[in-house]
């Protein structure tokens, strides 16, 4: 089995930045792809980036792109989700997901792998 465990989030100002970390533990030897998710206050899941862990291949949502960058630590097995110019509608509950097969999706359905969310909180 694969956990993940994710870390760094908080609280910022409206500009600031914060730096997300999932760190995988366990059998990840075929873990293919991995993604950020965020749940805003009262409303549903939605993919923030992707990234095959192998290539490097990333896709990102409209509304962070150019603020936001994933990577993946293939050594730490880690992933990381840097976030720039953050806003107070980046507020959420962050996770990090993983499957076993390549794919640049979006969609919570893709992914049978979760951590258990940590929160970012934008003032502005």
């Known amino acids: 089995q694969v956990q993940l465990v994710e870390s760094g989030g908080g609280s910022a100002q409206a500009g600031g930045s914060l730096r997300l970390s999932c760190a995988a533990s366990g059998d990840t030897t075929y873990v293919r792809s991995m993604a950020w998710f965020r749940q805003p206050p009262g409303k549903g899941r939605e993919g923030v980036a992707s990234?095959?862990?192998?290539?490097?291949?990333?896709v990102y949502a409209e509304s962070v792109k150019g603020r936001f960058t994933i990577s993946h630590d293939n050594a730490k097995t880690t992933l990381y989700l840097q976030m720039n110019n953050l806003n107070p509608e980046d507020t959420a509950i962050y996770y990090c997901?993983?499957?076993?097969?390549?794919?640049?999706?979006?969609?919570?359905?893709?992914?049978?792998?979760w951590g258990q969310g940590t929160q970012v909180t934008v003032s502005s």
């Open positions: 990234i095959w862990t192998g290539g490097g291949t990333t």
């Open positions: 997901a993983a499957v076993r097969v390549r794919t640049n999706s979006l969609l919570t359905g893709f992914y049978n792998i």
